[in-house]
């Protein structure tokens, strides 16, 4: 069964650095939206100059140019034996469409990373990068960027009240992707506010769990239907 994996959590919740790690030990490509549209804009294809278009008048890449990012990627043969997916689906809406993309593929696992919002807004604001490169600065005591000696810097948005007001519109608009996926017996809530090497192990195991319901169920449906 391929590995199709969604992953889900606010602002802070170690998402990328997760998937990341997931994807590495699994073999199979982790795709993030920022790293698609950086893709499909560099590229040239049509929607990557529809998406170039709308992101040079300041404005949010709509569901539809989304959508068809995605479903281009997912097209790729790397994509055949799985992916980790990094912030797609937003909305419910994307959340539809990425069902009818997976149509004749194995299921897809979704994973909620769940932090309390104090511990998000901690780590938020405590986190630098480096101003020249861009790279997250890795211990506290970190004077330097390893990468390429730049001076670390707080992003404007990881100031307090943008912190505060990203978690809100958070709640507000990808929370309920919770509600759409909950129910299902491919979903896992994992505690994301532990160290990183515990998350990455609850995460594995949630996931292989979810992989074993899966596989069960499709054995019952071959019964059901002989």
Request: glycine share 10%; net charge positive.
């Amino acid at each position: 069964m391929a590995l199709n994996v969604v992953m889900l959590g606010p602002p802070g919740a170690g998402k990328g650095t997760q998937a990341d790690r997931f994807a590495a030990a699994r073999g199979i490509p982790k795709i993030s939206t920022g790293d698609i549209l950086r893709e499909a804009v560099q590229a040239g294809s049509e929607l990557g100059r529809r998406a170039q278009a709308i992101m040079a008048r300041g404005e949010l890449v709509g569901d539809d140019v989304m959508i068809g990012i995605v479903r281009e990627r997912l097209a790729r043969p790397d994509a055949a034996r799985g992916f980790v997916l990094d912030g797609f689906p937003r909305t419910v809406a994307q959340a539809e469409a990425l069902d009818a993309l997976m149509a004749g593929r194995d299921p897809l696992i979704v994973v909620d990373l769940a932090v309390a919002t104090e511990d998000l807004v901690g780590r938020l604001t405590s986190r630098r990068v480096c101003g020249a490169c861009g790279t997250n600065r890795s211990h506290p005591a970190e004077a330097a960027c390893g990468k390429c000696g730049g001076a670390f810097v707080q992003r404007a948005d990881d100031a307090e009240d943008v912190v505060r007001e990203r978690l809100q519109v958070y709640a507000r608009n990808t929370r309920p992707l919770l509600d759409f996926y909950g129910k299902r017996p491919t979903f896992r809530a994992v505690d994301g506010g532990r160290a990183p090497d515990a998350v990455a192990a609850a995460l594995a195991a949630a996931i292989d769990d979810a992989v074993a319901r899966a596989q069960q169920g499709d054995e019952r449906r071959r019964e059901l239907a002989r």
